[in-house]
């Protein structure tokens, strides 16, 4: 391509418009243009790159005989009735009504149009497993738009989904997606991991993971151990009791306990020994007062104390109860996780007057002694010697308050989030450090959800009605792009992986004017267009500067300058990536340049 | 692709949705399925054929240098405003509200939205020109979807935008794309022309031309001449004045006019001679009795009359006036030439009480004869010796109407459509023939419409500011589709072209049971494959007559059949669209379908 035929149109500066480094570049790239809030136009640049994940996405599905199909938008709203996401989904669903009054929904994803599709093809277990995937558009009413092509309103996914005779079935195309889509993102070139997640109103009840490209700017965040490889969403991801213990008692030493006094009111309250070995002498409850230091941050920054002393109690209120959960000063809670272990989905932290109702104390003065609320407590609290927390009084804390003694340990659980430094609960060696990303990709299995609601059946050997397995996979295409774009945003531009690099390599001929240089950049590029490379060549008449600037915001990962040395047909050679320079004779350059190619892709 | 594993569902019976033959045909191949009236999905099968038809519309589009854009589905409602779009689509447009209560139309086209997009990209004369074209989902509220992805609701669509800086920039631009849609549609194998067409609601001033796929289903008729190749669509069809003359007088001959009787009364309206070179010595008016014989068609059967010697007059409404159109007993009266002739888009036929008042007479008994309203005379009556033509008073009719004697032929033009059998206006030697056909194809010389509307403008080398000049090109991809299965449905399915087909060869291993038939079925799959030829092989255990029915409705331009001499290793090849069979061997079999594949490929 010539660029000076090229619809290619960069900016100087970052548009006020951008959030963050990636949607500041592929605009300033010309890359995408906003239409309208979280609705974009792909200019010629952005369209190639999309063009090279979408092949890649063809090509790994099909390889694994994944079978591509097409899908309406437009879908009726009696489908997603049926399926009861008509309501789950509420605002975020685009939804029309036509000429004659009929009501139809954009689809964001297909699982009602697909199962219903499949359920009609599909009739016997020798036609099972279908497995089928499709790249298109989705439509969602998001309420805030952000981050340019992220979190957009119209967007490029490719979604699949697989109908299996059972849940071996099942197992088998969910590990074979994993699979697929471990080998897209590599060859993506992305910073990725596959974590463990929440299934969102998609559901399902089997396992879910999350494909999550590493990034400052992400809205998830995701526990790695660095010694197992373990990696979960931090609302899925598991708490080790090990490791709170040994905070616990690191933490021990470096805390000044004042000793306690006026404990006997508290006698009744004291519980069976915990099975912690702990010092049997420890002094008992001490109230203190602490006038207008109802949060953590205040009690820490008035009294100096660590806030891993401190134990948190949060009013809760699920299903139409109260609940209290103590977690440590440095922790924080895990509504997913108690309503899990409550086996609710309605769960929200009670508001300051609910808080007073059930505690008979305001907000900031909450604690577990003698409160009688259902106590759930923390794996880390349980494994405090003992604890600064909410005297139940207006004003004043307890100091030396001992889980087991002081208040109950009869429901202890995991309903923290994890943190930087937690011991992995799956090796229990590594500790775990906490990273936002992207979600990029999500594989679910759905089990029966949708097959059961739309009647999804078919005949088995013996000629008994079953329920098909389902189980769904999406890659949000235009959301990839914009992942990739993050995290190789540099200074001057995006420095593109290879494999969704725009073009193969950049030409630039420094003077077209010079008859030398213009001769030798045509017949390079003649020479690299023969290899069936894809090639820019700036032709332009513009100043240097002009175009080494749009060629950073091109992002070629192979850059070719013919400068002064044209007249010997020897050119520089980037590699952009690396930022080794050289100079090269023409045949070299050609060699080089395909070479570097063939080795970069798959 | 193993069959056993393919998700296609073929149906015994054309099912009752299906109204037409290349519909029926989709539908039982298993190539597409309805989700709602006018909205489908597209099977594996069917996503193959779209997929070869993009990427020739793809490499035929890039071959030319138009680059490839995307462009939101959602579009503001204000852009459509702005262009006028939104009041003329009416109720055509799919539009929704968002949950701020912004308006969305969901785009048919792209006019407003690319013109928004390089009005800001390009503010220079040297950017220009720009061609662009996307392929993607449209969205139209059709009143009465039909013929399957013919007249659908939801359907892909190939659409193409140049900017230019002249007129003349834009005659390159069109004949560039008029000659990419020639290649593009004979590579689908279609038989169709290009036809001068009316430019309906995205308008235009410039030259216009729509590709139509011969088919007795379309719902557009174009006349060719199959002399000069001319052809055009019959709203749009110049008549030759020759032609009716010729007619007229031949007809003569053969019709006995009875001698006319009482024309005095309408001396007065006589007028300067024509210029036909007629006997002068020709008979006056006469009136006769003709009761409840107030069409053409009764007037034929009760009084064994010619339609070509019947002079019809039929009263329309124009801009708020009455006018009359004189065209012949065996002609139809062409309503965008009249609107055309007198300036205004806003005419229709007037009903039987506009008649009355503007006539003085019930309809069926206007004639031109003392009737004081313009009249429109189409040349093939002004061409009349004589004729037939209403009396102005109930149940009567005058013979020996004599154009220019008995009315005046003061406004003489083309106002009918052309029939066939019409000398070609064009070469002035064929004859025209009609055809009903399907629109797959347009393109339009836009101008400034747009870029006047939506501030499309760029500075020209001495800094004025001026307007792109702008054209539009659409193909419809899922229409071609259509149109091509139309074109090729037979009894037993749609024998696809081979650029088109879903699969280049279809293997069908009579018994899978058989050892010998299952392995060299197995061998010629690989052998094919590693050609690059897609391949589908019925693998499955079915009977041999299960199979040839489905091998049938898949359509595959390559059938072979493997059968009893399998242990010899001969197969059965056959040419689908030739029906040509012969044995060979194996190593021959796999020659001549990678030749075949090779030679009519492009």
Redesign the interface.
């Known amino acids: 391509m010539r660029q000076s035929?090229?619809?290619l149109?960069t900016l100087r500066e970052r548009p006020s418009e951008a959030d963050s480094e990636g949607h500041g570049m592929l605009l300033r790239g010309?890359y995408i243009?906003q239409?309208?809030a979280g609705?974009?136009?792909?200019?010629?640049l952005?369209?190639?790159v999309?063009?090279r994940i979408e092949s890649i996405v063809r090509e790994e599905m099909e390889r694994d005989?994944v079978?591509?199909?097409?899908?309406?938008?437009?879908?009726?709203a009696e489908l997603w009735m049926e399926s009861g996401r008509f309501e789950t989904y509420g605002?975020n669903l685009?939804?029309?009504t036509?000429?004659h009054g009929?009501e139809?929904v954009?689809g964001p994803t297909h699982e009602e149009?697909v199962t219903?599709?499949?359920s009609?093809?599909?009739s016997s277990y020798r036609?099972l497993p279908?497995r089928?995937y499709?790249i298109?558009?989705k439509?969602r009413?998001e309420?805030r738009p952000r981050f340019g092509l992220l979190r957009g309103?119209?967007f490029i996914m490719k979604d699949a989904y697989s109908f299996d005779l059972s849940e071996e079935g099942l197992d088998r195309s969910y590990r074979t997606m994993l699979e697929a889509y471990n080998r897209i993102f590599t060859r993506c070139g992305l910073r990725f991991r596959a974590v463990e997640a929440d299934a969102g109103t998609i559901g399902g009840e089997g396992g879910n993971h999350e494909f999550i490209a590493l990034s400052a700017i992400g809205e998830d965040t995701v526990a790695l151990c660095g010694h197992c490889g373990h990696a979960a969403n931090l609302e899925q991801a598991e708490t080790a009791v090990g490791s709170a213990k040994a905070a616990a008692f690191e933490n021990d030493a470096a805390v000044s306990v004042t000793p306690p006094r006026n404990c006997d009111q508290h006698a009744a309250n004291n519980q069976p020994a915990n099975n912690q070995s702990a010092p049997k002498d420890l002094p008992p409850l001490e109230k203190f007062n602490t006038p207008g230091t109802g949060t953590i941050d205040q009690l820490v920054s008035v009294y100096g104390l660590k806030p891993e002393d401190i134990i948190k109690t949060l009013i809760y209120r699920a299903g139409g109860e109260s609940v209290a959960v103590l977690v440590r000063g440095d922790h924080e809670v895990n509504d997913l996780k108690v309503g899990k272990y409550l086996g609710t989905l309605d769960i929200e932290l009670a508001d300051g007057g609910a808080v007073e109702a059930a505690s008979g104390v305001i907000s900031g003065y909450v604690g577990p002694v003698g409160l009688e609320l259902p106590l759930l407590v923390d794996h880390a609290v349980a494994a405090m010697l003992e604890g600064i927390a909410g005297a139940g009084e207006r004003d004043f804390h307890f100091r030396g308050v001992r889980p087991g003694r002081d208040f109950p340990l009869t429901q202890v659980g995991d309903f923290r989030n994890a943190t930087e430094g937690d011991l992995c609960p799956r090796c229990r060696e590594g500790q775990l450090t906490l990273h936002r990303g992207i979600e990029i990709g999500h594989v679910f299995k759905l089990g029966t959800r949708y097959s059961s609601k739309l009647s999804a059946t078919y005949l088995d050997s013996t000629g008994a009605q079953r329920e098909m397995i389902m189980g769904c996979y999406g890659i949000g295409v235009s959301r990839l792009l914009a992942a990739v774009a993050e995290q190789n945003a540099g200074e001057g531009g995006i420095a593109w992986p290879d494999e969704l690099a725009p073009f193969d390599v950049h030409l630039i001929a420094v003077s077209m004017k010079d008859g030398a240089q213009s001769a030798l950049a045509e017949k390079l590029y003649v020479k690299l267009k023969e290899q069936g490379l894809s090639v820019l060549l700036d032709d332009r008449e513009e100043r240097p500067g002009v175009k080494f600037k749009d060629s950073g915001l091109i992002g070629a990962p192979q850059v070719v300058v013919i400068g002064r040395e044209a007249a010997s047909e020897r050119v520089e050679y980037e590699n952009r990536i690396s930022g080794a320079k050289e100079m090269l004779g023409l045949g070299e350059a050609v060699l080089r340049i395909t070479e570097h190619v063939n080795n970069n892709r798959i």
Not at 67 to 76: C, G, K, N, R, T
């Open positions: 035929e090229y619809l149109n010309g243009r239409l309208a609705i974009y136009s792909y200019l010629p952005g369209r190639r999309l063009r005989g079978q591509e199909v097409m899908l309406p938008s437009l879908q009726p605002n685009m939804t029309l036509d000429r009929r139809f954009l149009a219903s599709l499949i009609s093809e599909v036609k279908v089928v499709q298109g558009t439509f009413d309420k309103r119209e």
